[in-house]
Each structure stands twice: as C-alpha cells, then as structure tokens.
C-alpha cells in the first residue's frame, strides 16, 4: 500500500479524537482487535484458519490482570510481560496443533480456547469467574496519571506499536520465513522435499501470531478496564477472523482496515439498530463471495493473496 | 456416594441424548458435503423456538395438549423443509471445492445472519412451554424422581441412531449416499444426482438439528444464545466421535454427557469443562476421533 | 456543527486522495470508489454520531442512563425493572418532571456483555446532558462500572447492585446503593429459616455462577453455621448463569436428601428450575427456599410453604405498602399497563428514581434553585434518607443503604390468582448490617443463638 497513503490514514486516526473524543475508546479497542486479527492473518497465509486466537487475546488480557494483583504497576513492564505470556502459551499449545492441518487444526484451536474459556468462567476464587478481574490504571514510566490522561497516552502508545509491529510483521511476511508459509498453503510436501522444516516455520508463525493476539488483548485489557472470560469464546476468534478477511489478508494493514471499518460501523450502526449480527454476517458472506481479497485487495497492487 | 450410581448413570443417558441430536446431523452433514456448518447450533435453536411456539398456540386456543408431540415432529420437518434446500442450494453449493477457510467463513457469517434473525423474529425474552413434559408423567428410580419424558429423549435418540443405520444400508438413498460419500467425481459419473443428493442429505441433518431443539424445549427453556453454545458443544461431539460417523456421533455423546454428570456430581465447580477437556483429551489421542479415519494426502 | 464539518472535509479529503495518488492504476475505479466513500462515509457516521452537543443551564430534558437486561433470560427480572422505569418516569413527568425539567431515560441492555455495558457507559457518560446512571441490575456489571463511576465522576445509583464486595472499601464519593447489601439480605433467610425449621441437619445450595450466587452461598452458610453450628451443607452447585436445563442438577439434588434446599437462582432460570424442578418432587422432599422467588409468583405455579423475600422491602402488598397511597396507585397503574403486579425489580426500581428525584430537590435547595452540578447531586445523595413506596432508604456513610428485610412463605389464597406472601416478618434495616468498613464474613462469625431470639418473629409482620 503507498506509503504517503498509510502515512495520511495514520494522522487521520489521530487526529480524530480531538474532533470526538469518545471515538478514543473505539479507536483503541478497534486497533487492539487488529493487532489479534493480523495473527489471525499470518496463520492464514499458510491456509491454517484458526478458531481459537481469541483465547490468547484473553491470556495476555488476564496476565496483565493478575500481574497487577501481584503489584506489578507499570505499563511498559506490563506489556511486555503480558504479550511475552502470551507467546508462551502460544508455543506450548502450537508445538502439538502445528501438525494438524485444515478442519482438524481449526477445531482443535476452538477446543483448546474453549477448555481455556471454561476454566476462566468456572475458577471464580482464582479467575473472579464470569464476573472477570479488573485492571487499574498502571504507572507510565514512573508517572501516575489520572485514567482520561492515561487512556489517551494508550490509544498514542497503540497508534504507535500500530505502525512499529506493523512494519516487522511486513518484513516478517516477506522474509524467507514469510513466504514459506504461502508455500505452505501452496504444496506442503513439496517443500519438505525442498529441505525446509515445514513443522518449524509454522510454529515459528504461530508464536508470532499469539504475540500478536496477545498484544491486542493486552491494550483491550486496558482500554476496557476489566477482563471476563467472553474474551476467549469461540464467537470472539470468529470475530477475529472475520475482521481479517474482511480487511483482507494481503498484507498487514488489511486486519486494521478491517478492525477500524467495523468498529466505526458498528458504533453508528447501534443507535439505529439492534441486529449488528445480522449485517455483519451479511457483510461477511458478500465480502468472501464477491471480494475475496477483502478491502485491502482493492488498494494494493498483485502481491495481495485471498481465500 | 454409591446410592448415586443408577442416578448418574440416567441422567448421563438423557444428557447424551439431548447432545446427539445437536451432533448427528453436523456429522452427517460433514461427511456427505464435506462441510462443517458453523450455523448448525442456529438450526437447533430455530427448531426450538418454532416448537415452543406452536406449542403455545396449542396450549393458547386449549387445543388437545397430546397435539403437541406431533407438533415437536412438525416444526422439525417444516425448518427442514425451508431451510435445509434454501442454504444448500444458496450458499453451501457455492463453497464445494474452495478451502476450508471459505467454508468455514460462509457458515459463520450465516450462523450471525440466523441468530439476528431469531431475535427479531422470535423476540428477545425466553420462552417456556412444557406441556409434553407435563402429559407424561414421572417415575422414581432409586429413590430419585424422573420425568417419563427424559425416557423418550433416550429412545428418541436410540431410534435415530438405528434409523439412520438402517437408511444408510438399506434403502436405495442410503445406498447412494454412500456411493457419494466414497468417491463424488466417481458417483458422478456413472450418472448419480449429487446435487439432489447433498439437498437431501442437507436437509436431514437440518431435521436432525431441528428436531434435537423441539425436543429440547419441553424441558429447558430456549432463549436467545442457545445457538452458540449448542454450536461448540456439537463440534466437540462430531469431533471426539469423528467427522462423519454416526456411530462415532452417539459414543461420543455418551462421553460427553458422562463427562459432564461426573463432573456435576463429583466437582461441581468444573462441570463446564468436562466436554471440552474430553474433547482435548479424545483429539490428542486420536486426532482424527474414535471412529474417524485418515484420508489420503495427494501430492 | 463542527462535527458535520469535520466529516464533510474527512469524506473530501479521502476522495481527493483517489484522484491524487492515483489509486485507480490497475484496480476497477468503480470498486475503488465504493470503497473508499465506504470508509469516508464510515469515519463521518462514526463522528457525526459521536458528538455531544455542549450543555445547558437547566437543560431542556434530564436524561438518565439506566442499566436492565432487556434480552434474553434475564429479561425475566430485567423488564420488570425497565417497565417500573418507564411507569415512574411518566408519573414524574406528569407531575411536572424534577425541578420543572421532564425526564427522560437511555435504556442500555446489559445483555450486550461487560464490554458494550462499559462502552455504553463511556458514552453516555461523554455527553454532558446524562448527568446520573441507574446501573446496574448484574452484580457483575456493578462492580465492573464502580471504578467507572469515580474515575469518570458520574453519580451512580445502583438499583440493584447488591453485592457486598460493591463497596467494601467505603472510598466511593459516586457509586450509592440505597437499596440493599447481600448481608442483611441473606442473613434474613437464615434467621427466618431457623425459626421456622429449628432441627434442620443439611443443606444444599444452587446459585447461579457469579459474584451474587457465591457470595449469597458464604453469607448464608456462614450465617447459619454461626447461628446452629452442627448444620452441613450437603452439595453446593454454581451452574452457569443461563443455563436452560438443571435435570442433572436437580438430580444430584435429590440424591443427597436435604432438609433444605436454598436457590438464589433469578428471571429465567428460576423460572426454569421451578418448572424442572415442581414434578420431580423437590419442593415436597425438601423446605425449598427461594431468595428471589417472588418474582416468578404470578408466573410459574409455586406450592405453599416455599420460603420467598424481596431482597429489601420492595413487596407491594406489604402493610407499610398498602398504608401508602402513592403505591397503591403506582401498583394498580402498572397492572393496568403490563397485566401483572409490580414484582421487586419494580419496586427497585421505582425506589431508585424515588431517591435521584430526592437527591435533585435536595442538591437543588441547597445550592439556591440552580440546575446542580454531578458533583452536587452526589453530594446530595450522601447521608441521604429518602421514602420510598414501600419503607425509608438510609444511606450510610459508605454509601451503602439501609433498607428493611421481609421474608414470608408461599400462601394460596382466593383473593388472588397468584400465591401471595404469608407469615412475613419484617426486620429492621440496621439489625442486621455489619459496621461500614468490617469484613461482613468476620462479622457474621460472631453472631451467636441469642442473637436470632432479639429478632421479630415470623408472622409477626401484619
């Protein structure tokens, strides 16, 4: 995508807020759900479609919850503890699901969120159950700000990671490392036979790809404030891959065009209306059946990839 | 805690039995179309709705209440009839041959459309209607009260599963059916309909899922979000039994209702969990389930 | 007005962008079009939607966010409580509004999850015209939205936030609760059970999953264990908020053979389990008491001698009810309108705009008449003590109200199609409270037998 048109989106989002500031809280929840989906995105480069990413979206969430039990109160610290726990578990639960491919990958993803789904809902000593955990407002550097300034110094600092991550994800898909995995998608057997560990280039994407989920559930813990196991429903990582492939998964900025077009769309759509569900899976099916490369297929020039 | 031996065991058999019938129809639907329907949950609670609904209107203008059990039968078959040909043909047929992804997306984007549209069709508030369950009475097993109706679900569901049997080996459809599942390019050519085919085989999961929610309703209630939960708890069932196999569908049932009373009696505070550890467990084990089976890779 | 223009220039410039950097080299102009005025138009509707207009002196209608589940099976207790809004609302309106501002009301379902009720809430809060929220009905939500509240300094009433934990550390300058405690309000059904029962052996509890089902299960198990120390609790299930089936459930019930068996299930699922639970014999093997049973009397059929309350007061055939003419009317005004009487929720409800109403006349006399600030109104409602239909809500210095406790038993009778409520007691506000900033478990731990013998007696209450 032209640099000069990425660079001009970007200030408009961040210009927005000064025009209406509640559109902050949108905004950040909306590239926080871009960052998951981007991993969504990554996995389905290789035509892995996962059905569970919002369970990491909600481990790093709660990671960022109990660390602040714990007393951990700094927002960098927090981050990178919460988006690092994230991964982890990402690499425990990808060294097994890496080698399972299409619809037993996608439900074994869905079954290990959901099993990760019911502890949270039903461990209510540890996990405060569906009530969820709160997450107070950390120190930024040192700095304990009132909660208005603190969340305006994350939508910032999310706007900023947008493009910083952004950036090393596109030189990541565009790596050797990247582009294994469309050949993956492509022949998998021939490229085994190429010498290239097939297992290890998909678990690699796959840590990448919770990191990703993670960072985004981390910035929604706290935008949000509080964290409920609704996070990781199987509805939730449907939701995920629904705002990438509506972005389109050509490249990097597809999952937060997809992200920010129907977080704004849905804040206009529910002062009107009560079935967002309703235009949204209709959005979904017109969008796979007749713009299979998703918005972002239309700006980018032949190197976007669709379905 | 051995007084609860017979108790456990009765109501893992009509929690199994509630469970099949959300599941069997996916799985068949899986192994004739290759296609997991992600709306399937949507199709279960739309059968419930139309059940209770007649059934209120039954109970409104005092008609006979026996009336009601056909009524269970009947809105099974009208959803069938309506939606099972409208998707196939709409929507499913179009994703035969595209990725597993595409599939996937399109039924989820239908499972969004159907939920929206039970709400606004449907209301929003929960419904309840129990006269079948009322009609037939209760027996006491082991000292424990048990509705006569619980009994019906389990013969109700040990009929399907020797119904389906039968239709599959012995009957002309079932036959091929078979031959459709075994190889489609070759049913093709020598001249088998496979579009009838996947309309037919479509639609009898769609009844299947249909019936499992107009049974359901005498005894819970149904209320808006049952889709999504009985949608993940099917996947765990087909998935743990195998894609595809029916039999596979009802032993895993069986495993997943038994999870779950165990867990209920034993460790109430995990009773959610047990079917999607079960699940987890099963797929380590055996990935491709009980009864499934590895298909060739083509190179 | 700066907002359309805003958007006007957002949608220019995007389009202008098309022709600048032209983004039609080799993609179909048409697609390209559509999709950029697709954002455009989704950027503009987003803030346009978005801006608050400035605020009034005495605005030209007060606007309150009120928080109910008005879907799913919630609704069961949530619409009650919607219902009994909009009833007040228009008697307030008809009486000439608050201080000569008409009333009006944003209803925000909180069916939609923690995460649309704390948007919701951000975004009313944004708008300087909704000055008080009415939230929350869901323990859960409450406690999510008090650090809200604080933070953002918007005077929260919660109608139903019964939760103990809501405001155990007594910081909160804008969260109040003039409605009830879980304390006092399962500490009354232990009593009440023990006077009625006094050789009760075992227990077993069913609550739903969450803050409310958990800590209602401590209080009252706490209670009746410092009350009849050799009482055991038999089974314990916490089955997901919901759930349409307790066939499992109820069998486990049944196969441990309680004396008693308590539920402070609620709306749909109390309905659910009532109707499971009536034919296989669990109401007539076991004394079956029901927190919140009285909101399903003139729904499901109930049997005599089930032990029910209101959570508070809030019963509209009470004698303190009946002696108050405003609700009597309000009662007969809202069976016209909805075909049933005012169950608790209601009553709530109505209580709680009863006491905004109170906090906006009181704010308003001591500031000279001017249209108060939220600050002031939050003042206002702190020590406040305000009539409501059915009794007094006193609040405290944390914030916490006093409300009195009634608990009765099912009774038939042929004045009234549905079971009312019979041998009620009635006991008073304070009796049974711990001291603002004490650990309610500990407090609890020291009751003794004696204790229970102070109290009224059932039926004592006519």
């Known amino acids: 995508m032209p640099t000069i048109i990425a660079a001009a989106a970007v200030l408009v989002i961040a210009l927005l807020p000064v025009a209406a500031p509640w559109l902050q809280f949108v905004l950040t929840l909306a590239i926080a759900k871009g960052f998951a989906a981007l991993g969504v995105a990554v996995l389905l480069r290789a035509g892995l479609i996962s059905i569970g990413h919002a369970m990491f979206f909600a481990a790093s969430a709660y990671a960022v919850a109990f660390l602040a039990r714990a007393g951990v109160n700094d927002l960098g610290l927090l981050l990178i503890l919460s988006v690092l726990g994230g991964a982890l578990v990402g690499a425990v639960a990808g060294s097994f699901l890496v080698r399972y491919r299409a619809i037993f990958f996608a439900m074994l993803n869905l079954a290990v969120s959901m099993v990760f789904y019911a502890l949270c809902a039903k461990l209510y000593s540890v996990t405060g159950g569906t009530d969820g955990m709160p997450v107070p407002v950390p120190a930024v550097f040192g700095v304990v700000l009132g909660e208005p300034a603190f969340k305006s110094v994350l939508f910032y600092l999310s706007l900023g990671l947008m493009v910083l991550v952004g950036l090393a994800v596109h030189r990541y898909l565009n790596s050797p490392l990247g582009h294994a995995l469309s050949a993956v998608h492509t022949n998998e057997i021939r490229l085994e036979y190429l010498g290239i560990p097939v297992w290890a280039v998909l678990l690699i994407a796959y840590v990448v790809s919770a990191a990703l989920a993670g960072l985004g559930g981390a910035i929604a813990g706290f935008a949000i404030g509080r964290v409920v196991p609704d996070f990781a429903f199987w509805t939730a990582s449907g939701h995920l891959v629904l705002i990438a492939v509506l972005g389109g998964i050509g490249g990097v900025p597809g999952a937060f065009i997809g992200a920010l077009f129907l977080e704004l769309l849905h804040s206009a759509a529910v002062t009107v209306t009560d079935s967002w569900n309703l235009i949204v899976g209709m959005a979904l099916i017109i969008v796979i059946m007749f713009m299979p490369k998703g918005i972002y297929g239309l700006f980018a020039r032949k190197e976007a990839t669709g379905l | 805690m051995w007084n609860a031996i017979v108790p456990l065991l009765l109501d893992s058999l009509a929690s199994a039995a509630l469970i099949f019938f959300a599941a069997v129809g996916l799985t068949l639907v899986f192994s004739v179309l290759r296609v997991l329907n992600v709306a399937h949950g949507s199709l279960y609670s739309i059968g419930g709705y139309v059940a209770a609904s007649i059934c209120l209107f039954i109970a409104s203008r005092q008609l006979n209440p026996y009336l009601s059990f056909l009524a269970l039968l009947f809105s099974a078959v009208c959803v069938a009839a309506i939606f099972g040909p409208l998707i196939e043909r709409g929507l499913v047929r179009w994703t035969y041959g595209k990725s597993e992804a595409v599939q996937i997306l399109i039924t989820f984007g239908l499972f969004l459309i159907l939920e929206d549209l039970q709400r606004v069709v449907f209301g929003v508030q929960s419904f309840y209607e129990d006269a079948p369950m009322r009609l037939l009475g209760t027996t006491s097993v082991g000292g424990v009260v048990y509705l006569n109706y619980q009994i019906l679900l389990i013969a109700m569901a040990l009929l399907v599963v020797v119904g389906l049997r039968l239709l599959i080996n012995h009957t002309r459809l079932g036959r091929l059916i078979t031959a459709v599942v075994t190889d489609r390019e070759m049913a093709q050519s020598i001249g088998i309909d496979t579009n009838r085919i996947f309309i037919v085989a479509f639609s009898l999961g769609v009844f299947l899922a249909a019936l499992g929610g107009a049974l359901a309703t005498p005894t819970s209630g149904i209320a808006p979000g049952l889709g999504a939960d009985t949608m993940v708890l099917a996947f765990a069932v087909a998935a743990i039994g195998g894609l595809g196999q029916i039999e596979g569908a009802a032993l895993a049932s069986l495993i997943v209702g038994l999870a779950r009373v165990l867990a209920i009696y034993l460790v109430p505070s995990l009773d959610a969990v047990a079917p999607y550890a079960a699940m987890l467990i099963v797929l380590l084990i055996r990935p491709y389930g009980l009864f499934g089976s590895v298909t060739a890779r083509r190179i | ?462």
């Open chain 3, 1 to 462: 007005m700066t907002s359309r223009g805003i958007s006007i220039g957002v949608s220019r410039y995007l389009s202008s962008l098309e022709r600048l950097f032209r983004l039609d080299r080799g993609v179909p102009q048409g697609k390209v079009r559509w999709a950029v005025d697709g954002l455009a138009g989704a950027l503009a509707l987003g803030v346009v939607a978005a801006t608050p207009a400035a605020a009034q002196d005495k605005p030209s209608a007060l606007r309150l966010g009120i928080f109910t589940f008005t879907s799913g099976p919630a609704a069961a207790y949530g619409m009650p409580g919607k219902n009994a809004a909009d009833l007040m609302i228009d008697e307030i309106n008809a009486k000439g509004g608050i201080g000569g501002v008409p009333v009006s009301a944003t209803y925000v379902d909180e069916a939609q999850g923690a995460q649309g009720v704390i948007a919701e809430y951000r975004r009313l809060a944004g708008d300087a015209k909704n000055q008080v929220m009415v939230a929350a009905l869901s323990s859960a939500n409450c406690l999510a939205l008090a650090p809200l509240a604080d933070q953002l300094e918007v005077p929260t009433v919660g109608w139903n936030c019964d939760t103990h934990q809501l405001l155990m550390d007594g910081k909160s300058k804008y969260v109040f609760r003039p409605n009830g405690n879980t304390v006092p309000e399962f500490i009354a059904y232990a009593i009440y059970l023990l006077d009625r029962k006094p050789d009760l052996k075992t227990v077993a509890i069913i609550n739903p999953d969450y803050a409310f089902g958990h800590d209602a299960a401590k209080i009252f198990t706490a209670a009746l264990k410092a009350l009849k120390p050799d009482v055991e609790i038999v089974a314990e299930l916490y089955p997901k908020l919901g759930s349409p089936n307790y066939q499992t459930e109820i069998s486990r019930l049944t196969t441990a053979r309680p004396d008693v068996v308590f539920s402070n299930l609620w709306g749909a699922d109390l309905e659910n389990f009532v109707r499971q639970a009536a034919p296989r014999g669990v109401f007539t093997s076991s004394q079956v008491i029901l927190a919140l049973g009285e909101t399903v009397l003139q729904r499901v059929p109930l049997p005599d001698g089930v032990i029910v309350g209101v959570l508070g007061d809030g019963w509209w055939m009470s004698p303190d009810a009946k002696n108050k003419p405003e609700t009597v009317k309000f009662a007969e005004a809202y069976k016209a309108r909805f075909g049933e009487y005012p169950v608790f929720p209601s009553i709530k409800m109505a209580n709680a705009l009863i006491y905004v109403k109170a906090a906006y006349d009181a704010a308003m006399q001591k500031n000279g008449g001017k249209w108060p600030t939220r600050g002031e109104l939050a003042a206002a409602m702190k020590g406040s003590k305000v009539e409501t239909l059915t009794g007094t809500a006193q609040t405290r210095a944390d914030n916490d109200g006093l409300v009195d406790q009634i608990v009765g038993v099912t009774v038939k009778t042929p004045a009234q199609q549905s079971p009312v409520i019979g041998d009620m007691v009635r006991y008073k506000g304070d009796s049974l409270m711990p001291q603002a900033g004490q650990d309610p478990l500990a407090w609890i731990a020291t009751l003794k037998p004696e204790f229970a013998k102070s109290l009224p007696k059932p039926g004592s209450y006519k």
